[in-house]
Nanobody
Framework: QVQLVESGGGLVQAGGSLRLSCAASGRTFGNYVMKWFRQAPEKERAFVAA????????SYADSVKGRFTISRDNAKNTVYLQMNSLKPEDTAVYHC?????????????????WGNGTLVTVSS
């Protein structure tokens, strides 16, 4: 059974940085795509970034391009989300997610597994 555990959230001032981690276990991820989504209070869940485990191909939401970087460490089975120049509108619970058929697009197709999330709060 795949398990995804996020960490690294917290409270930060606008302009600051945080690095989120998603530790994955339960199988070999091979060609899987790992995604980050976020959900702000009273808003729908939104795509943030994605990375393919095998070749590090990446994609980003327009709202985070140039500020966030997704990466992975195969040896640790961990995916990271480095978040710089944070804004109050980045405040949300951040979840990592994956699935056999998930792609680098911004959608939910193919997502079978979700982590519980980590809260990021950016103060103005």
């Amino acid at each position: 059974q795949v398990q995804l555990v996020e960490s690294g959230g917290g409270l930060v001032q606008a302009g600051g940085s945080l690095r989120l981690s998603c530790a994955a276990s339960g199988r070999t991820f091979g060609n899987y795509v790992m995604k980050w989504f976020r959900q702000a209070p009273e808003k729908e869940r939104a795509f943030v970034a994605a990375i393919r485990w095998s070749n590090s191909a990446r994609s980003y939401a327009d709202s985070v391009k140039g500020r966030f970087t997704i990466s992975r460490d195969n040896a640790k089975n961990t995916v990271y989300l480095q978040m710089n120049s944070l804004k109050p509108e980045d405040t949300a619970v951040y979840h990592c997610a994956t699935g056999r058929s998930a792609g680098l697009d911004s959608g939910l197709y193919g997502i079978n597994y979700w982590g519980n999330g980590t809260l990021v709060t950016v103060s103005s």
